[in-house]
């Protein structure tokens, strides 16, 4: 998978350090975190990269995000919704697969989800399935596969996206999405934060 019309598209990617945010979505995900934790003695021996595909002419599409080994934070994602250019989850695979090998990927990250669709549905309707559970919650919330719940947040506009990266990366029936774990930080924790992990079928 290439851009097409590499001369409207600007791509580029610096080594950086995962930032104490980052680190946070993934503490508890199974992933060696001592070689991803931020030495700033060594900036450039930092496994991780700060990524950006955007359009530069003829509307606006883009991704940012940082991507590591084994994982894709996504901060933010543009397209118009009849626009001819690449999905999203297209531009997702380019990023990730440029840098490390496309089955290696085991966490997307969706940072700060400020769609206008995904974080108001999880508040009103996902949320309150769980007795007791108060939007938002200082502690991380798990939501296994095939659950009501994670079936409903995969039915979100960020679900699909990550739904479609994984089948436009690996066709179907090979990887899935096998829990989802939503985050709050932030100082009144109004930054929600999604991980979807992602095994073998």
Not at 21 to 31: F, K, M, N, R, T
Not at 105 to 131: D, G, L, M, W
Not at 143 to 157: H, L, N, Q, S, V
Request: charged share 20%.
């Amino acid at each position: 998978l290439t851009l097409p019309e590499p001369i409207l598209w600007h791509s580029e990617h610096e080594r950086e350090w995962l930032s104490p945010e980052q680190i946070s979505c993934i503490v508890g995900s199974g992933l060696p975190l001592g070689q991803l934790i931020p030495n700033d003695m060594y900036p450039t021996e930092s496994p991780c990269l700060r990524r950006s595909i955007i359009k530069t002419r003829g509307g606006v599409t883009g991704l940012l995000g940082t991507i590591g080994p084994g994982l894709l934070f996504i901060y933010s994602i543009r397209r118009r919704a009849a626009s001819n250019d690449p999905y999203v989850s297209e531009l997702a695979k380019i990023a990730y697969e440029t840098h490390f090998p496309l089955e290696s990927v085991k966490h997307v990250i969706v940072n700060e989800v400020q769609e206008n669709a995904t974080e108001p549905f999880i508040e009103e309707h996902v949320y309150p399935s769980r007795e007791g559970l108060t939007y938002p919650s200082a502690d991380p919330q798990t939501w296994d596969y095939a659950t009501p719940e994670f079936r409903a947040i995969m039915g979100t506009p960020i679900g699909k996206v990550v739904g479609s990266f994984i089948l436009c990366s690996f066709g179907q029936g090979v990887k899935r999405v096998s829990r989802i774990v939503t985050l709050h930080r932030g100082l009144e924790l109004h930054k929600l934060d999604i991980r979807f992990d992602i095994e073998d079928v």
